[in-house]
């Protein structure tokens, strides 16, 4: 297959050229679609179908407690939830991401949850803290899908595969050259203080 170099800047994600190429591709399709026949009839008749739709998946149990994402007519994107002896309560919902995984820590006090912003495939992980009811630190960039994982004797230590850099001119596809392995931990002493890992240490390493 020939090189085509011309279209080699659409690899290119981060840089403006490519952004702008999408946005434009973007406008262009929603305008598209806004001009078919009967769209509006088409809609609604989906909207009505989604909204009678409930599925729940990704369920894990915290000792007592289920916690799950859920997706229905209030959540079409999704929302977590969790279930236990007292009832049921919302953790986590965002109007344009959708949660794709969940894991609690070792006690199950803290929570993370793995979204994607909807239409895209950027992956980032927000940790909540059942404790106080509410998401700790920032959030974290994953390098793939479900590349995270709570140490099981460290309690609220969360490992996790990231870029370290990215060079100019770097494809997509290689991205994960510059990948290493690393850990935040979470809670009262050392709050979203980031642990250095050796970069020798790969994930098929872990001691678990």
């Given amino acids: 297959m020939d090189d085509d170099s011309s279209l080699r800047y659409l690899e290119r994600l981060d840089e403006s050229p490519a952004k702008d190429w999408l946005k434009s591709q973007s406008s262009e399709f929603s305008n598209f679609m806004r001009r078919l026949p009967e769209r509006e009839r088409v809609v609604t008749a989906l909207r ?16 007592d407690t289920l916690i799950y994402i859920r997706r229905d007519g209030r959540s079409p994107l999704g929302r977590v939830e969790e ?11 965002s109007p344009d991401e ?8 070792a006690s199950g006090r803290f929570v993370a949850i793995q979204l994607t912003r909807n239409g895209t495939e950027e992956h980032r992980v927000l ?15 994953l390098l793939r899908p479900r590349s995270m994982r709570w ?24 991205r994960g050259r510059d990948s290493a392995l690393r850990a935040r931990r979470f809670g009262r002493h050392e709050s979203d203080r980031e642990v250095v890992i050796p970069p020798t240490l790969k994930w098929s390493d872990t001691p678990w």
Avoid: C, M
């Fill in 151 to 174: 140490h099981p004797r460290r309690e609220a230590e969360l490992w996790y595969t990231q870029y370290v850099a990215r060079h100019q001119g770097d494809l997509v596809g290689d």
């Fill in 48 to 63: 009505e179908l989604n909204s009678r739709v409930e599925a729940v998946d990704g369920a894990v149990f915290a000792g």
């Fill in 83 to 93: 279930r236990n002896p007292d009832g049921v309560s919302e953790l986590y919902s």
């Fill in 98 to 105: 959708v949660p794709g995984y969940v894991t609690p820590s």
């Fill in 127 to 141: 940790v909540y803290d059942r404790k106080t009811r509410q998401v700790t630190g920032s959030p974290i960039t």
